[in-house]
């Protein structure tokens, strides 16, 4: 198991390191302020009202970096920052989070997919935390012995992996729907365009580097697998 510890590890680490450069990014494009004073809330009521959507609220929560759209209660979620901001991070989160309720309003094929998904993925994850704690605690190798082990594993991290990838180009078309508004309305112009772009290209790198983690734990796992077959 300790190859397998020091991969989520350096998977971690990882993600760790681009979470930082997110935060310095999103830092540092907060100071800069538009030109039209809007707020990361009038930035989302404007998308949402240009693209004929009038059943979704807009709405603040707790925290940082914690927008999103919740698809359930048709709510774009925005943190204090984003919802207050008159800024290209603002602007640039809250116009990618209206990008997702514009995808729910016309049917985006790859969003249905990943809300599909979402309650499988939920107890894939929950499964897979309790069988490799519970292996660690007791002492259960990855060996030929506990061959059903990495069954459960590898079936688990095989829908992590397809959600991770799922989530890939929901992700980046919803942005790419924002930068694509944003610029054809005016919402940004000349460097206030550049630091929304790079704001939301290292919040998609957030999404890479957990499909990258997926997919190289799922590799593992079933390198695992068929050495423990062989082994047989």
């Given amino acids: 198991m300790s190859g397998y510890f020091i991969l989520t590890l350096l998977m971690m680490f990882v993600s760790l390191a681009i979470q930082q450069k997110l935060k310095s990014k999103f830092s540092h494009y907060r100071n800069l302020h538009l030109g039209n004073r809007l707020t990361g809330r009038e930035v989302a009521e404007k998308m949402l009202l240009d693209h004929g959507i009038t059943d979704v609220r807009i709405i603040q929560t707790d925290g940082e970096l914690t927008d999103h759209y919740n698809p359930l209660n048709k709510t774009v979620n925005l943190s204090k920052d984003v919802y207050h901001g008159e800024n290209a991070a603002a602007a640039a989160v809250a116009a990618h989070e209206c990008g997702h309720a514009v995808q729910h309003a016309t049917a985006y094929s790859m969003l249905q997919l990943r809300s599909k998904l979402v309650p499988l993925q939920n107890v894939s994850a929950t499964i897979l935390n309790v069988v490799i704690f519970g292996a660690a605690f007791v002492g259960f190798g990855f060996g030929g012995s506990s061959q059903w082990i990495l069954g459960i594993i590898l079936a688990c991290y095989t829908v992590i992996t397809l959600f991770a990838l799922v989530t890939l180009p929901v992700e980046f078309d919803a942005s790419k729907r924002a930068l694509v508004w944003m610029k054809q309305q005016n919402i940004v112009t000349g ?22 983690g997926a997919l190289v734990n799922l590799l593992y796992f079933l390198l695992q697998f068929l050495g423990a077959n062989r082994d047989e």
């Avoid at 460097?191 to 990258?212: C, I």
């Fill in 191 to 212: 460097a206030e365009l550049d630091g929304a772009q790079d704001s939301l290209k290292w919040a998609a790198m957030t999404y890479v580097a957990a499909a990258a």
